[in-house]
Structure formats: structure tokens, C-alpha cells
Nanobody
């Protein structure tokens, strides 16, 4: 079982940056592919990025490739999402996820953190 708590959301102007962090509880954190999803108002939740258990492989949605970077620290049970060159269309609630199916869903979810990008 993995419990996830996100932080780092907020309001930023277009072109700015934010860093989201997620702390996981549970001794099995390092076994799981971790990731981030987001849900904008009126839209379905969508895959953003994922990282393998070792951190050696990363996956990104086309919409964020080249702007977002996912990383993890298994010693600290954390996974992070560095978001640069933010656009208004990145506005959404961002969810940390565990046991991710790339492009699909996940078994474990955080409560979400709001990211708002103003134009």
C-alpha cells in the first residue's frame, strides 16, 4: 500500500516555472513506476509523465515533452515534476500516482494540487 501527498502547486504567469513534489509512505515505494496526471475543468484526467522504479526511464505526454521533467529519490520516497515554460493550457489539478500504467491509469493516487497558469 502506498499513500501519496503532493505539494508545490500555485499560481504562475505563462512562461514561468513550478516544481511539484510528492512524498510517499510505505516501504514498497521503490518498487513502483510513479507518475503524474492532471485534470482540467470539464476534462478527463490525463497522463502527464511517469518514471520507472529505478529512475532510468521516463515517459512524457507529447503536450509536455521538452518542458516538464520528472525525477525521483527512492531514499527519500519522493517523486517530483519540474514544470518550465508553463502555458495557460497547463492549468489543472495535478495528481501524483503510483503503480502507473504509462498513458493509462494507476493504482494509487494523491489528493491533488492545483496549478494555475495565467496568460
Amino acid at each position: 500500500q502506498v499513500q501519496l501527498v503532493e505539494s508545490g502547486g500555485g499560481l504562475v504567469q505563462a512562461g514561468g516555472s513550478l516544481r511539484l513534489s510528492c512524498v510517499a509512505s510505505g516501504r514498497t515505494f521503490s518498487r513502483y513506476r510513479m507518475g503524474w496526471f492532471r485534470q482540467a475543468p470539464g476534462k478527463e484526467r490525463e497522463f502527464v509523465a511517469a518514471i520507472s522504479w529505478s529512475g532510468s526511464t521516463t515517459y512524457y505526454a507529447d503536450s509536455v515533452k521538452g518542458r516538464f521533467t520528472i525525477s525521483r529519490d527512492n531514499a527519500k520516497n519522493t517523486v517530483s515534476l519540474q514544470m518550465n515554460s508553463l502555458k495557460p493550457e497547463d492549468t489543472a489539478v495535478y495528481y501524483c500516482a503510483g503503480a502507473v500504467v504509462v498513458g493509462g491509469s494507476a493504482d494509487y493516487w494523491g489528493q491533488g494540487t492545483q496549478v494555475t497558469v495565467s496568460s
